[in-house]
């Protein structure tokens, strides 16, 4: 039987459960795939992971370098995140010749594009399932699975973190700063959330998800990217009595020759597919030509999914060195499609619009004749009365608008003296529909 020596670099959460998978179920691998999978050597900082782990002295270094110029090594797993040193160690490696495996969405979505093309000259691979969504395998299905189809739109939750947070706003009526700190205590967040909380961990996957789907590369900075912290458990409450939840959803649709990408809090249906998923769970929502709308649901992140997604990807390439099988360019990279970005500004959708004002009459019909101003008209109206506070809220639903012209109203709204504090604006998304 064949033999895949296999060099891993990284062994935090995730690369401990891919060094065990490895270690302890290397006979299953084999039986399933028709070849052998042999962890050879291992990285990490410190040596306390040998013997947390039970690894074997002599797979064990500190220096990537050893494992990226091993000869007898064809297969780097890089599992230590960020753009450097993971970039220069995954782009010798692939100089090298080696397949390399990947969870670093951060690197991918920033130079993927780089990367990929390298290995191509190259020969080798760059397989990457882990970098989004954990143990869920939409990576193969947007390049195997669904290739026979035109995709035209993708809305994934794919940051376990944020959907925690806004579960635990909805379910027990937490402020954010609570809810996160419930978060980083189970260990759903990080000590800096920012990443997460901010948008930007969505983002990186995003960009991912638009090349493989739409085969066009996008960098951060086409990405429209809102946060959540501005969402508080009234919006919530609200959303709930007009027939919605507040989801975090990385979205990005192909109109014609267009394309919209975006990350932000959104008003979903309670009829909508991804309307119930809950806590650190990730969903993603694809429509395609061929197949109409399919929803690929699981675990995003820890320690077992992902490794399983890494492995996964270790698995293809043994078996393709048991079958003798040749590598092929990815499809998106044979048909790229240089679509144009459609600017935030002309996105429409259904807005829902909470104001701050000073409870006094006619507060309301200043509000309403600004957004008709502005080509905006009102589907739903809520001012629930505080006769004890003198800023209340007042909250608009408002029929499908353009972004230009809500926040060109915005901002002669929040000039007015009755309103006390920043309007909060989020979008909605229709229920998902076959065409």
């Known amino acids: 039987m064949d033999v895949l020596h296999v060099g891993l670099i990284g062994c935090g959460t995730v690369g401990s459960g891919v060094a065990r998978t490895l270690l302890d179920h290397g006979g299953r691998l084999a039986a399933r795939v028709g070849s052998a999978v042999r962890l050879v050597r291992l990285c990490d900082r410190h040596r306390d992971t040998i013997k947390r782990l039970r690894i074997p002295r002599g797979l064990w270094t500190r220096d990537p370098r050893q494992i990226v110029r091993d000869p007898t090594i064809q297969v780097v797993i890089e599992l230590i995140g960020g753009i450097q040193p993971a970039k220069a160690l995954i782009t010798e490696a692939l100089r090298r010749r080696k397949h390399v495996v990947t969870a670093n969405k951060a690197l991918l979505a920033e130079h993927g594009q780089e990367l990929f093309e390298l290995a191509q000259r190259h020969g080798v691979e760059l397989l990457f399932e882990a ?3 954990g143990g869920i395998p939409i990576i193969k299905t947007l390049r195997e699975g669904l290739v026979a189809n035109n995709v035209d739109t993708i809305l994934g939750i794919v940051n376990g973190t944020s959907n925690y947070i806004l579960t635990q706003m909805a379910q027990r009526q937490l402020a954010f700063r609570p809810a996160l ?6 260990g759903y967040a990080e000590r800096d959330p920012s990443l997460d909380v901010n948008g930007y961990d969505a983002a990186h996957k995003l960009a991912i998800l638009t090349l493989l789907a739409f085969g066009r590369s996008v960098q951060l900075t086409d990405i429209h990217i809102e946060g959540i912290q501005h969402v508080e458990p009234m919006d919530i409450q609200y959303a709930a009595a007009f027939g919605y939840v507040i ?5 990005a649709k192909r109109t014609h020759r267009s394309l919209e990408v975006r990350v932000h809090p959104t008003l979903l249906s309670h009829e909508h597919l991804l309307a119930n998923v809950q806590g650190v769970y990730n969903a993603i929502y694809v429509h395609g030509d061929l197949i109409g709308g399919q929803l690929f ?27 003798g099988a040749m590598q092929k360019p990815p499809l998106w990279m044979l048909h790229r499609h240089e679509l144009r970005l459609r600017p935030m500004a002309e996105i429409a959708s259904r807005y829902y619009l909470r104001f701050s004002v000073i409870d006094r009459p006619g507060v309301l019909a200043q509000i309403a004749g600004i957004l008709g101003r502005h080509h905006i008209s009102i589907s739903s109206v809520s001012q629930k009365e505080r006769r004890q506070a003198r800023t209340v809220p007042v ?41």
């Open 131 to 133: 970098a989004v969504a």
């Open 181 to 186: 700190a419930e978060a980083q205590q189970h």
């Open 247 to 251: 989801k975090p959803l990385a979205i």
């Open 297 to 323: 649901y699981g675990r995003g992140a820890g320690q077992r999914p992902t490794a399983s997604a890494v492995v996964a990807d270790v698995a293809e390439l043994a078996q393709r060195q048991a079958t």
């Open 395 to 435: 909250v608009i639903l408002t029929h499908e608008a353009r972004e230009r012209d809500v926040r060109r109203a915005l901002t002669a709204i929040d000039r007015l003296p009755v309103i006390r504090r920043h309007t909060v604006a989020l979008r909605t998304e229709a229920p998902a529909e076959d065409h």
